[in-house]
């Protein structure tokens, strides 16, 4: 499937241009997340370098961007590129979906604005921390060259890794409260299955390099 995508960066037309603005909204994303995790884990006073909701609305736009630039390359005829067009209308949900998780992620911090630390359990709350920033990188890579093998083991660490880790996590925190102080156990809950989601959409971006566009966001 994403062989055509790739195809169509040959060509000059409205989705060649709708691919570009996919790549430019998955740059906002990496930037978005490193920000706000910055924000909320390195910081006591919320700061963050960047704009975070600015750029989200920028994410916005560029989603409704690519819609039209989609829907006139197809009423314009053209057909033959419609499972490439389908694909792209796909995943800007995904990437408008992890701005918008960064910019819960920068609320967060304000609502808490000292450094977040997890306590006893700040070594697996970092491990999954880690692995989401890894997981988007590779994700951004696997999609822009068309990378299998890489989006295949994506697929498989997220599964392994951080998806079955921070619902332990957050298991251990709702219901062992293995966090003492309500705060700062309701703010990891909430950043954990922030973090949850965000590499979960990045899998579904990572999904469209190897799955036909039905079963973008599944198992191959």
């Not at 040959?10 to 570009?20: E, H, I, T, V, Y």
């Not at 890489?150 to 619902?167: F, H, I």
Request: net charge neutral; with cysteine.
């Amino acid at each position: 499937m994403l062989r055509n995508i790739i195809h169509l960066l040959r060509k000059d037309n409205l989705q060649s241009q709708a691919l570009a603005e996919c790549h430019e909204m998955l740059a906002l994303c990496e930037q978005m997340v490193g920000a706000s995790v910055e924000s909320l884990r390195r910081r006591d006073d919320a700061t963050v370098e960047i704009d975070i909701l600015t750029m989200d609305k920028r994410l916005n736009a560029f989603e409704r961007d690519v819609r039209r630039k989609i829907m006139t390359h197809l009423a314009l005829g053209h057909t033959g590129d419609l499972a490439a067009g389908l694909v792209l209308v796909s995943i800007v949900i995904d990437l408008e979906r992890i701005g918008d998780y960064s910019k819960n992620i920068y609320d967060l911090a304000v609502m808490h604005p000292e450094r977040l630390d997890g306590g006893h359990i700040e070594e697996s709350v970092a491990k999954v921390e880690k692995d989401t920033v890894d997981i988007l990188k590779r994700a951004r890579r696997a999609f822009k060259t068309g990378d299998e093998t890489e989006a295949r083991a994506l697929m498989r660490d997220y599964k392994d890794g951080v998806s079955g880790r921070s619902r332990d996590l957050e298991r251990a925190l709702v219901k062992d409260g293995i966090v003492e102080d309500a705060r700062n156990a309701t703010a990891l809950a909430l950043y954990l299955r922030f973090l949850k989601r965000i590499s979960a959409h990045a899998r579904n971006l990572a999904s469209s390099v190897v799955n036909p566009f039905d079963r973008i966001g599944y198992p191959e």
